[in-house]
């Protein structure tokens, strides 16, 4: 009995083991391709189990594997797409902006523009604003002539308001002792010839190729150079150089503004200058080794109205919108970078109509009349004149000279004759819109 339960009992563990065996087997195939079983004979062993049961996990794996890789293969891409290859580079960029429309607003004016007339009314009644007392200045002058001559300093006055008033007063103070030098370098007619040209002709004991020779024809290096020899000679009188808004346009480029600095730092030269330009300290340091300055800086607030100062500004711009077409307004930096740029016919006939314009300027007693002015010339006159200096051989090419000139508001033209002047028919009177100062620097060295 006992032998024939333990056969039992060994027959029943055989039989459960083949049955999971073949189940887990029955699992790992796939659905779609699961053979059809077959009864397990009770004999198979475990071992024989095992074995079949990795190659058949392995076929399994292998035959699931395939159909993920297709699918996925076919599936759309999710990625973010990858940097490109070339890249626009600056001036790319540059012309795809060139390319694109303007933003342009059709919103006007809501007030007319005043006239000459009226812009002259309302700066007569602004209304005025209290200043800073003289008294409360020349209560300082004292100490100011100290550093000026005791301590061979240069002044250098800033803060809000007009300095032009306070500093004249100090510098009439100055003119019963020495020899006083004004420059408004506020003024765009103003420029770094004149200034040397001023020194050299100051002063009667003055000494040096600078009172013997003809300084005009000297250029700004041998202008500059004489007046460093002059003014280093002990016996030349001590000169006093007032230079009001020396941070101007007119004086503020490098070599001009490094010209003038030697010029000033000679050992017999006192300078008195004023600056509102905010970058002034960067342009005049406190100790210039290089040309013997050491500015001293106070501060003299007036609040006073710069009304001689933008005097000239409001009468260039006033006179420059009346006399352009275009409301362009020239200036004489802006007249020689067009020189620069033109070909070189349309540079010779812009200096030739501009000499023949500052003849006239000279000779004209009123350049400020309304209408074409008295110095314009005509146009048929101009072309003569261009044929013969082989300028322009026909009108076409005179008007094609002058094109470029027009664009920029460098010429002017008018069909009225100037006042004074009877046209026997129809003619065009042409005329560069500067004055006779600005003209001059424009053509200087072209």
């Not at 397990?40 to 189990?49: A, E, H, I, L, M």
């Not at 000494?207 to 020899?229: C, F, H, K, P, Q």
């Not at 070909?343 to 209408?371: C, H, M, V, Y």
Request: proline share 5%.
């Amino acid at each position: 009995m006992a032998a024939t339960k333990k056969a039992r009992k060994e027959q029943q563990v055989n039989k459960d083991t083949n049955t999971n065996g073949g189940d887990d087997v029955m699992q790992l195939l796939p659905e779609q391709h699961a053979p059809d079983t077959e009864p397990v004979d009770d004999d198979w062993g475990s071992d024989d189990n095992d074995e079949e049961d990795d190659d058949t996990q392995s076929v399994s794996n292998a035959s699931t594997a395939t159909p993920t890789k297709q699918s996925q293969s076919r599936a759309p891409s999710t990625k973010t797409k990858s940097k490109a290859i070339i890249s626009a580079t600056a001036s790319d960029v540059y012309f795809q902006y060139q390319n694109m429309s303007a933003r342009a607003s059709n919103a006007d004016f809501p007030y007319a523009p005043l006239t000459a007339k009226e812009t002259r009314a309302a700066l007569d009644h602004a209304p005025t604003k209290k200043s800073v007392p003289r008294n409360a200045h020349r209560s300082r002058w004292l100490q100011w002539k100290a550093e000026l001559f005791l301590l061979d300093r240069a002044l250098m006055f800033t803060g809000a308001g007009s300095k032009r008033g306070a500093v004249n007063e100090f510098a009439e103070d100055l003119t019963q002792e020495y020899d006083v030098i004004t420059v408004d370098a506020f003024n765009p007619s103003v420029s770094l010839r004149e200034v040397l040209l001023e020194m050299l002709g100051n002063g009667a004991s003055a000494r040096g190729r600078g009172s013997g020779t003809d300084n005009n024809a000297l250029g700004i290096e041998e202008l500059t150079r004489s007046v460093i020899e002059k003014y280093s000679d002990v016996d030349t009188d001590r000169v006093v150089v007032v230079v009001h808004n020396i941070d101007s346009l007119n004086l503020r480029a490098k070599k001009t503004l490094d010209a003038l600095k030697h010029a000033l730092g000679s050992k017999r030269v006192s300078v008195i200058a004023s600056v509102d330009h905010l970058a002034a300290p960067i342009l005049f340091p406190a100790h210039d080794s290089a040309t013997g300055l050491d500015w001293v800086w106070h501060d003299l607030t007036t609040l006073e109205p710069y009304h001689v100062e933008m005097s000239y500004k409001a009468t260039t711009i006033l006179q420059g919108a009346a006399n352009t077409a275009n409301g362009i307004i020239p200036t004489v930096s802006g007249a020689k970078h067009v020189l620069a740029s033109v070909p070189d016919r349309a540079r010779r006939l812009f200096i030739a109509i501009a000499k023949l314009q500052i003849e006239a300027q000279a000779a004209a007693t009123s350049t400020n009349e309304p209408g074409t002015p008295i110095y314009a010339s005509s146009r048929h006159a101009l072309v003569q004149m261009a044929k013969q200096e082989f300028i322009a051989t026909s009108e076409d090419a005179f008007e094609a000279s002058l094109a470029e000139f027009r664009d920029h508001g460098l010429i002017s033209s008018s069909n009225a004759p100037p006042k004074g002047v009877d046209a026997s028919g129809p003619e065009q009177y042409i005329w560069v819109p500067l004055d006779h100062r600005s003209l001059n620097k424009t053509v200087e060295g072209a």
